[in-house]
């Protein structure tokens, strides 16, 4: 099952619009971390933040993290037609062996010019 | 880049027929990951590695096997493939300050 549950499964927005997406998930962690996934390619890593901090910047990337509620936010601001790609969360479980991580089942994002 | 490489790219196989990817990498990671990748499902841990020989099960790992015989290679291995083990193969590896993690460009499996 997975750990994290993304949220919308899609979105569609207009170049410079900010994109918004969240993930959920179930158990206490050591990081939750964000990656793209550009169509027929591999993930790539984007941000990470720890479970004691609440909010990480990269960029137009805006990360925060709320553990009591074990949900975290992605926004990319002022969006580009670059940043069309599926968005997936991913944690290191409080016990996890071998640094391994769950993903959730991402966000496709659309960015219109 | 974390020179990763995955071989074949692409591969049709038969119903039956043992089949085996390979992830290469180049600069001496400890940690190898192989995920499937399926609609709907995100990523899914099949094995991963903690060293040369050091290996274990992750999520989905029934009908696949895993060796790691030096730092570089982790193969995975499909006995006897099967329909619902079509999917696109991504192996990882674990670095940097924080072991996030690094992605190679997947391998596409068609099991007819």
């Known amino acids: 099952s997975q750990q994290g549950e993304e949220d919308p499964q899609a979105l569609s927005i207009q170049e410079g619009e900010n994109a918004t997406m969240n993930c959920s998930y179930k158990?206490?962690?050591?990081?939750l971390q964000w990656y793209r996934q550009n169509s027929g390619r591999g993930l790539v890593h984007l941000i990470l933040?720890?479970?004691?901090?609440r909010e990480k910047h990269s960029g137009r990337l805006r990360v925060t993290l709320d553990t009591s509620k074990k949900s975290s936010s992605l926004l990319i601001t002022a969006s580009r037609a670059a940043d069309t790609a599926s968005y997936f969360c991913?944690?290191?479980?409080?016990?996890?062996?071998?640094?391994?991580?769950?993903f959730g089942g991402g966000t496709r994002v659309l960015v219109k010019p | 880049d974390a020179g990763i490489t995955q071989s074949p790219r692409h591969k049709v196989t038969e119903t039956g027929t043992p089949v085996t990817l390979r992830c290469h990498q180049t600069?001496?990671?400890?940690?190898m990951y192989w995920y499937r990748q399926d609609p709907g499902h995100g990523l899914r841990l099949i094995h991963y590695?903690?060293?040369?020989?050091?290996?274990d099960k992750g999520e989905v790992s029934d009908g696949y096997s895993v060796s790691r015989s030096k730092t570089e290679d982790f193969l995975l291995t499909l006995e006897s493939a099967t329909s619902s083990q079509t999917s696109v193969y991504f192996c990882?590896?674990?670095?940097?300050?924080?072991?996030?993690?690094?992605f190679g460009p997947g391998t596409r499996l068609t099991v007819t």
């Open positions: 990882a590896i674990s670095a940097g300050l924080s072991y996030e993690q690094y």
């Open positions: 158990t206490s962690i050591n990081n």
């Open positions: 933040i720890r479970s004691n901090e």
């Open positions: 600069e001496n990671h400890r940690y």
């Open positions: 991913a944690t290191e479980g409080l016990r996890a062996a071998g640094n391994k991580l769950t």
């Open positions: 590695s903690y060293g040369v020989k050091d290996t």
